[in-house]
């Protein structure tokens, strides 16, 4: 019996939700190139374990490193001794945490709650729900995850065969606005299509796929165990870190700058392109759209950023043939989302306008499936919540990206 009480608290503990209680966001902003260069310094020492946010890019553009209370006084002394200037961003990441949740919104409305984050679970149910509730909707099984969870898609087609618009959210775990804000969208899809003419255009002009979490055992690894997770969940030979950065991992420029080959890395590339079990999967399951893929997006948290590739090099002049049509469509996407809220996005070219990444999912849209629109967004916000949104923000961010979206879904995207 004692055995057995020593074991179920084992148990117990070992898969308690890591505490964030004094972890702190620090904020720098690179005043000059050498600034900036003490801060890549500074990050090439770090990067196995300290949790940079945001990474340093470009001048003015703020790095946000989370640090745990062990380390909080060493870093803030480093950072002094390399003469950088920061701000205490967030003061308590737990209290960020604790107030994500909306207590008065759980179970606010019958049906399902769009307002509410939800589990790998809840959201899987979900796709199955919707198939069984509307007729335009069909559930799709893309393929099993490296933990054996589905990897599922919405469809949403009013028939024929059109050309496809392709969604994924939640490549990265903890940014949980990205699969909210997905199932947001797809339901005004779905239950506006027969009241609002521009939503019925969106649908009957092309036939939409919308991958809501893709990183399903990260996700669901962020809810039991750590909430700041990002990676996926796939172990590595020879190292006690598990995960490989999924949005590092697409075979387009694999493994160049922004990318790293450390294990304990962030932005771990894993060990060959397509190495990650769920950008495989989906990779094979695309394949079936090529030459038919009208839009790529691929939706992440935070910044409010919607960029266009190329993201692999930080070189503006690299040739990139669609750039121009590319920034366009996503000025007037975003002006529209803008008008919803007041929320203001940045348009850019990923690399050089905001920092390189190799082996990410924007270049293989482009580069690789050869999708002329291709993007990837950042939602909200600027850093004040981060990977912390409030639930009570999930419907304004959904309602201001579908804005944008109908902006796509109404044009031919020639
Ligand atoms: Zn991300």
């Known amino acids: 019996m004692k055995l057995l009480c020593a074991l179920l608290v084992f148990v117990a503990s070992a898969s308690a939700v890591k505490n964030y209680g004094g972890y702190q966001v620090l904020r720098v902003v690179p005043q000059d190139m050498e600034q900036l260069q003490r801060l890549h310094d500074l990050y090439n020492l770090l990067e196995d374990t300290v949790d940079f946010w945001k990474e340093p890019t470009r001048l003015n553009q703020p790095v946000d490193i989370m640090i745990g209370p062990n380390l909080v006084k060493d870093v803030k002394l480093e950072l002094s001794r390399r003469d950088l200037d920061f701000s205490i961003y967030v003061e308590d990441v ?126 669901s690894y962020t809810w039991t165990n750590d909430r700041m997770w990002r990676k996926n969940r796939q172990p590595n030979d020879g190292s006690r870190c598990v995960g490989t950065d999924l949005n590092r991992n697409y075979p387009y420029q694999w493994g160049g700058t922004g990318a790293s080959p450390s294990k304990c890395s962030d932005t771990y590339y894993g060990s060959a392109p397509l190495s990650g079990k769920e950008v495989s999967v989906v990779d094979t399951w695309l394949q079936q759209f090529s030459g038919n893929i009208a839009l790529f997006i691929d939706f992440h948290n935070y910044g409010q950023l919607w960029l266009y590739p190329w993201g692999y090099t930080g070189n503006a002049a690299t040739p990139q043939p669609d750039k121009a049509v590319q920034q366009t469509i996503a000025l007037e996407a975003t002006a529209a989302l803008q008008a919803v809220a007041g929320t203001s996005y940045f348009v850019g070219m990923s690399g050089p306008d905001m920092y390189p990444a190799s082996g ?43 804005a944008a979206l109908k902006v796509f879904g109404t044009n031919p995207l020639a």
């Open 94 to 219: 737990q209290t960020n945490i604790n107030n994500e949740r909306c207590t008065d919104c759980v179970n606010a409305k019958a049906g399902f709650n769009y307002n509410i984050y939800h589990t790998a679970d809840e959201i899987s149910q979900w796709v199955t729900d919707m198939a069984t509730d509307y007729s335009i909707v069909t559930e799709i099984n893309i393929g099993k995850s490296h933990e054996g969870r589905d990897i599922k898609a919405i469809k949403i087609s009013s028939g024929g065969s059109k050309r496809v618009i392709y969604i994924q959210g939640g490549i990265h775990a903890r940014e949980w606005i990205s699969p909210a804000t997905m199932m947001y969208m797809a339901n005004q899809l779905v239950s506006n299509y027969n009241t609002d003419a521009e939503v019925k255009a969106m649908v009957d002009n092309y036939d939409w796929y919308i991958v809501p979490s893709l990183n399903v055992d990260g996700y």
């Open 360 to 402: 990410a999912s924007e270049d293989y849209g482009y580069g690789t499936l050869g999708v002329k629109y291709t993007y990837v967004v950042e939602l909200r916000d600027e850093g004040r919540y981060g990977f912390n949104i409030p639930e009570r923000m999930i419907e304004e961010s959904g309602k201001e990206t579908f």
